[in-house]
């Protein structure tokens, strides 16, 4: 039997890999692949040609010495540009928006620098404070005004869980950001959106199905006893796929935004 | 009284304060450029001794000489690795704690008994037992059982070394909750510390044996001699059955590691594979892909140097197009898109259709998987075969298969410093996940095209220095054996 050449070969694979791209293209479109995936599929298929191409390809010649070094310097650069290339054909987030992100969490981090600071200006503040008492005559004091962790009690108890009254829109609105913030909407639907996979329950009407104190429980204490899984997402439950850890992630007035805005869905 | 209490803690202040060290090119690219050079030469010289050691027992069982030789040559390279290794991590240390002070004195801190006690005996024991097993070679030439002890010892002390210190690089991905109660045996064995250690035992395995195959490829291009050619022709051949042998296992212990994110914090493993890391995973599947086709091509430009082995030629071109197939399921994602959420107006445009979303599903991408190591398992299956009625000539197999061999070990190096960088994301802005901020402005993570730019920069700097380590070792002896002979 003769053997076919090199040519012949090819123009059989040429021929058998235009008829598979009209296949391919013209099936996958009527199955509902986006064209994107189409276009993917195409890219397979030149790929697959250009590799059964070099499956029947004649022997290479030998190389040694300065040509083989020159060579293989090239096939690295080659490689070096097709692998780098690659990477930035497909699709790139905008690391800024992750950025913006970073920051607003940050804001609560506080560095040991500043923290030393914080207690050189506390000691200053006490030092003043009994130098004055061991100095001034004993007087009646009036109540002091809240301060530091006093002031910041009273604030939250004005901001927390919203009473009868309601949240205010500006709370609300916080607690959009603190939801966008957790990325909340990785697992749940709000109005239709989020949620890539059937992963948490939606939140459409959780203003109706859960009091304040539940939600708040919900967020931070998932797994507490007595907590029973949403119809349907048992195995989510039992799976723990909430996380457990937003006791120690999301702040109390946070936590007062974001129930205030998951209560405002009903 | 007050201020006499917090005495104590300013004491802390009594180093004059130093401004942080900012070099300009960016402290987190420093980090991961010193870093992953050290880890890809800790892979070679973890990989290697584990193959080397088999090719000296076959050696020894099959009194087949070719063995011994290629089992000698690798560990001549790998010792010169190993002063590499050791180089990079000590330069390593240095610039962690130069550019990240705070958390690399906290890792020592939390770390202490085994950072200062048991890695650094480890390592002892592992150079101990390197050089032993490279001293002794020709000295214990009849007494090879004796020699091979040396060289199990040698792996038990590096897989000690490796993982001992996967333990607090894992540590930093999952570690244990609560954090302020752990014991120092939780933070060791934490969540994806196991699925580390076999996931990087099986990957090195997996780098050994391609760099191995590397090392044949440029021999053979540079002996001038047919005897050579023969010899480095068959040791191109152990290299890469060995590293494909590896590979097959290794997407499955990929997979436990995975699955230990996901278990660990559903959101870390959503964040990994399907939100800001999942486009990383479709240059994995490409590299997955590239790295199966041309274990297999190689298999294939074996087989047709053996006589009548042409009759098996279109069960193995049936077996590429399966391959293919399965490769473009491996990279078929959910959408187009580098984030979790689509907008919705590219919904229909990147995302596929609900009755489609199979394909981007576990299930599927498993199955592909499975077809590809089956059709590999088969493929090797008829080179058998086909050297059983065949007779194979070594030293007389197609050029282009060197190029195969040297693409299957860049690609590996390519792969580890690609898929290095993706594990160290997976913590987010977090130094410790959950528990320690990094609040650096490189906290952040950097574009899909820095990364593979990044990979390509340390896969440059590791293969110059291996290059250089292999020049040295064998292709400078064997110019010299040549001048003489």
């Known amino acids: 039997m003769v053997e076919r050449s090199f040519w012949q070969k090819t123009k059989w694979k040429l021929v058998i890999s235009v008829a598979l791209s009209v296949i391919i293209w013209i099936v996958s479109g009527l199955i509902g692949f986006p064209r994107l995936f189409q276009w993917m599929f195409m890219g397979y298929v030149i790929g697959g040609l250009l590799f059964f191409i070099l499956l029947d390809a004649r022997p290479m010649k030998e190389r040694s010495g300065g040509a083989a070094v020159l060579s293989v310097i090239i096939f690295y650069l080659i490689i070096s540009f097709v692998y780098t290339i690659n990477g930035a054909l497909w699709p790139q987030y905008n690391p800024e928006e992750e950025k913006e992100k970073i920051a607003k969490l940050m804001k609560s981090v506080v560095s040991p620098k500043q923290k030393i600071g914080e207690l050189e200006a506390k000691v200053e503040e006490l030092s003043k404070k009994v130098e004055e008492l061991s100095t001034r005559p004993a007087a009646p004091v009036a109540a002091p005004a809240p301060s530091g962790e006093a002031a910041k009690k009273a604030a939250e108890k004005v901001a927390g869980i919203p009473a009868k009254a309601g949240p205010s829109p500006e709370l609300i609105a916080q607690g959009k950001e603190v939801y966008d913030l957790y990325e909340c909407y990785n697992c749940h639907k709000i109005g239709g959106k989020g949620g890539v996979k059937r992963r948490g329950p939606e939140l459409d009407h959780a203003g109706k199905e859960f009091t304040a104190e539940q939600l708040k429980k919900r967020i931070w204490y998932p797994y507490a006893p007595g907590t029973k899984a949403t119809k349907g997402f048992e195995k989510e439950f039992e799976e723990q796929t909430m996380p457990d850890y937003y006791n120690e992630q999301i702040s109390k007035e946070e936590m007062a935004a974001l129930v205030a805005y998951v209560l405002s869905l009903k | ?485």
């Not at chain 2, 070099?23 to 890809?40: A, S, Y």
């Not at chain 2, 050619?229 to 042998?245: E, P, S, T």
């Not at chain 2, 086709?293 to 197009?321: H, Q, T």
């Open chain 2, 1 to 485: 009284m007050i201020p006499l209490l917090l005495i104590p803690i300013l004491s802390y202040a009594q180093v004059p304060e130093l401004p942080p060290v900012e070099l300009g090119i960016g402290n987190r690219e420093v980090v991961w450029i010193v870093m992953q050079v050290h880890l890809l030469f800790a892979a070679f010289i973890l990989g290697a001794p584990i193959f080397v050691v088999l090719c000296e027992f076959i050696g020894m069982r099959t009194k087949d000489a070719r063995y011994d030789r290629l089992a000698k040559e690798v560990t001549k390279v790998t010792s010169i690795a190993y002063s590499l290794t050791a180089l990079f991590g000590g330069f390593a240390i240095l610039v962690l704690i130069g550019l990240y002070p705070e958390i690399t004195s906290y890792m020592i801190r939390r770390f202490f008994p085994m950072v200062a006690i048991i890695y650094p005996l480890l390592f002892i024991g592992e150079t101990v037992t390197l050089y032993s097993y490279w001293y002794t070679w020709d000295i214990w030439k009849e007494k090879k059982g004796r020699h091979l002890a040396v060289g199990i010892l040698l792996n038990l002390f590096g897989l000690a070394t490796m993982f001992a210190i996967n333990a607090p690089t894992s540590f930093m991905n999952t570690p244990p909750r609560p954090l302020a109660t752990a014991t120092l045996w939780q933070a060791i064995n934490n969540y994806t510390w196991m699925p580390l250690n076999l996931h990087r035992t099986v990957g090195n395995i997996t780098f050994g044996g391609f760099i191995t195959g590397l090392i044949a490829a440029y021999l053979y291009m540079a002996s001038k001699k047919d005897e050579d050619k023969a010899f480095y022709d068959w040791m191109g051949f152990v290299g890469n059955l060995i590293g494909i042998a590896a590979l097959i296992v290794l997407p499955l212990m990929g997979y436990i590691y995975a699955l230990e994110f996901y278990k660990y914090d559903a959101s870390a493993g959503l964040y990994l594979m399907s939100d800001r890391l999942s486009m990383h995973w479709e240059i994995n599947g490409v590299l997955t892909g590239a790295t199966f086709l041309a274990g297999n091509f190689y298999i294939w430009l074996s087989m047709k140097r053996v006589e009548g082995a042409n009759r098996f030629a279109p069960y193995v071109k049936a077996g590429f197009i399966i391959i293919l197939i399965c490769n473009a399921i491996w990279m078929t994602p959910r959408h187009f898109w580098p984030v979790m959420q689509v907008p919705e107006d590219l919904l229909t445009k990147v995302e596929l259709p609900p009755h489609l979303g199979f394909l981007a599903l576990m299930q599927a991408k498993n199955t592909a998987a499975f077809l590809t190591v089956l059709v590999t398992l088969i493929n090797y299956l008829l080179y058998r075969r086909a050297l059983k009625t065949g007779k194979i000539i070594w030293g007389k197999i197609d050029f282009i298969s060197q190029y195969v061999l040297i693409f299957l070990g860049f690609t590996s190096i390519w792969t580890m410093a690609f898929m290095g960088s993706v594990r160290s994301f997976a913590r987010k802005y977090f130094h410790v996940y959950l528990y320690i901020k990094d609040t650096t402005p490189e906290s952040y993570t950097p574009t899909l095209a820095f990364t593979t730019a990044m990979a390509t920069l340390i896969t440059w700097v590791f293969f110059i220095l291996v290059s250089f380590a292999i020049w040295l070792a064998l292709i400078s002896g064997m110019q010299k054996k040549g001048k003489e002979g």
